[in-house]
């Protein structure tokens, strides 16, 4: 039951104004006094032609008050103050939950379209370091966000499998390739020859020269060069596997950058026939001064094309298969130049979709006790990372006997530390907004009391426990609901509003591209629970009915709490 939605249609009767306008105007006040919403009346001045308290109290005389869902509304100054029928509102928003035949927030607002989400695109023979970490993690967390709402999501994998490197690679596998270490730990081997070669061309330009003509041979199909790419993108693709299998990912589609070679004169061919390709030093590019960005080069000057090229090639067919409503890509903000020339070449030569194409850009990542960089080889690997979160999980829960229950046997310990200590990495990339940089702190990233996921799956853990204890599943289900409009003192008001809110901040993360605000909003409904918990034995209740309400309402904040981590990713742990 949406209360919201009521106050906005019963504003637009009143003002005969859009209701996506109201909506927006639409505040949750900072204190509980002064309603539990509130609309500022002076967005309403102009066109009503009087001054806002005069509006406020004019509404306020004709407000529904007295129906099941409004209590009170009160002019204060230019606000309009509403005060839900709290009873009422609690019954229907954990009915509500409960009853649910689909998942929660789930809604059809996307039905029969579209979204493409491009996220993860690690590189062949380059370790999966930290920084694609973060665009796997929030690529995959929007990807769910929309598949909840209803799109079509296609999820995207751009790998990186295609450029002058892999000529690089090739010769340096031929100089110094060691075949038992690359079947042992193929990016580790990858990256040795990788920086060597780096190393050695230094002195010895003729090694670049080599690396060029292999690239060439390469993208001219030739045979034995041909092999020995395959061979490297297969070995790394397994090996980022691995790491896609221990954080839930998947993918549609891994259409990466090779995937495009041979779709580049399509592009050519469109940009001439718009007549946006000029030369330039030898080279073909569309000059992009009226968007106030520097050139973007489609040729180079022997032919060959360059990532921007493939770009181009890939969205082209993205509209030609999927017709996207959007077209996201997840990739870090040092790329944003990038994306923008991409999209304003299609503008240019009028290519609709390009408006449709959104870059989704994300902060660095930093460990304030390390360094990070790919060309010296001392990277940090994502796999280390997260098996060193998993041990010190581990450590934690082992050593600290009041965080989990005594009899826990050294199986289930390793399977909730698995849980909690990759959640611990995931919720690290979502919980702020996703433009700020990280900087890693494993104090903060493991503290049970903290904005974590540990202390999020801890506060689960424990809400299941009691319901276990009150034996109450089957006696919850079979409970008249009835008994909800029990439920009233603050404490419950505020979870219910909780919990009422959580398909609106799915909506919203979806909007702004940022799961954080999926994140905050179930850590904070986490919190609202433990604070309730400290005041109020739910399990001592006295009058039974009442505590029937209060499982009832335990369970509701389960649900939402675990669905709001499922949605970006992180699992729940139901006992611990
Ligand atoms: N492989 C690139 C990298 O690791 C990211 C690819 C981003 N996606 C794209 N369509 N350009 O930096």
Redesign the pocket.
């Known amino acids: 039951m949406d209360f919201r939605v009521r106050i906005i249609e019963w504003l637009a009767e009143q003002t005969s104004l859009p209701q996506e306008q109201l909506s927006e105007w639409l505040e949750v006040p900072p204190q509980p006094a002064l309603g539990d919403y509130a609309f500022p009346c002076f967005r309403l001045a102009r066109t009503m032609r009087q001054a806002p308290p005069v509006i406020a109290a004019s509404l306020a005389k004709k407000a529904p008050v007295g129906q099941d869902w409004l209590e009170r509304v009160e002019a204060v100054g230019g606000y309009l103050n509403f005060f839900m029928n709290r009873a009422s509102f609690i019954s229907r928003t954990i009915s509500a939950v409960l009853r649910a035949e689909t998942p929660l927030a789930a809604s059809d607002e996307g039905q029969g379209k579209n979204v493409i989400v491009?996220y993860s695109?690690?590189?062949i023979a380059?370790p999966f370091h930290v920084?694609?970490a973060f665009?796997t993690i929030l690529g995959h967390a929007l990807y769910k966000i929309y598949d909840r709402l209803g799109y079509n999501a296609i999820r995207m994998n751009?790998?990186?499998d295609y450029g002058t490197q892999f000529g690089k690679l090739i010769v340096a596998y031929r100089l110094w390739g060691d075949e038992a270490a690359l079947l042992k730990e193929p990016i580790k081997e990858l990256l040795r020859i990788y920086v060597l070669f780096h190393d050695q061309a230094k002195d010895k330009p003729e090694l670049e020269h080599q690396a060029r003509e292999a690239f060439r041979n390469l993208e001219d199909g030739a045979d034995e060069e041909v092999k020995l790419w395959k061979r490297f993108r297969d070995l790394s693709l397994e090996a980022f596997n691995s790491v896609y299998e221990r954080l839930g990912v998947s993918f549609d589609y891994f259409y990466g950058?090779s995937f495009y070679s041979d779709k580049i004169s399509e592009v050519v061919n469109l940009l001439n026939e718009k007549e946006v390709m000029v030369e330039s030093e030898g080279a073909q590019v569309v000059m992009l001064d009226e968007y106030d960005l520097p050139p973007c080069i489609i040729l180079k000057s022997d032919g060959t094309t360059i990532?921007a090229s493939?770009?181009l090639a890939?969205v082209l067919f993205r509209e030609k298969t999927w017709s996207f409503e959007r077209n996201i890509?997840v990739?870090?903000m040092p790329?944003a130049l990038?994306?923008r020339q991409?999209f304003s070449v299609l503008d240019k030569a009028g290519v609709e979709a390009a408006k449709r194409c959104v870059h989704v850009g994300f902060g660095l990542v930093k460990f304030p006790d390390r360094k990070l960089s790919t060309r010296s080889g001392d990277v940090i690997f994502l796999e280390d990372l997260l098996q060193e979160s998993v041990d010190k999980t581990l450590d934690i829960i082992r050593r600290n006997d009041q965080l989990r229950q005594a009899d826990m046997s050294e199986e289930e310990m390793r399977q909730v530390a698995e849980k909690i200590g990759i959640g611990a990495i995931i919720y690290t990339f979502l919980k702020n907004g996703r433009e700020r940089d990280i900087v890693f702190s494993w104090d903060e990233m493991l503290d049970f009391d903290g904005d974590s996921a540990p202390y999020v799956q801890y506060t689960y853990a424990r809400a299941r426990s009691i319901l276990r204890k009150a034996g109450s599943d089957a006696a919850v289900a079979a409970a008249d609901l009835e008994q909800l409009s029990l439920l009233g003192n603050d404490d419950e008001f505020a979870l219910a509003k909780l919990i009422d809110g959580y398909s609106a901040a799915v909506r919203k993360a979806a909007q702004a591209y940022e799961p954080y605000m999926v994140v905050r909003h179930v850590t904070t409904l986490a919190r609202a629970f433990n604070k309730y918990y400290n005041q109020t034995s739910i399990l001592r209740t006295e009058d039974p009915a009442l505590r029937v309400a209060r499982l009832i309402l335990l369970q509701a904040v389960c649900e939402t709490i675990r669905s709001g981590l499922e949605l970006v990713g992180i699992e729940v742990v139901e006992r611990m």
């Open positions: 491009e695109s690690p590189n380059k920084g694609h665009t751009h790998l990186g950058e990532y493939r770009d890939a890509y990739v870090g790329q990038h994306f991409v």
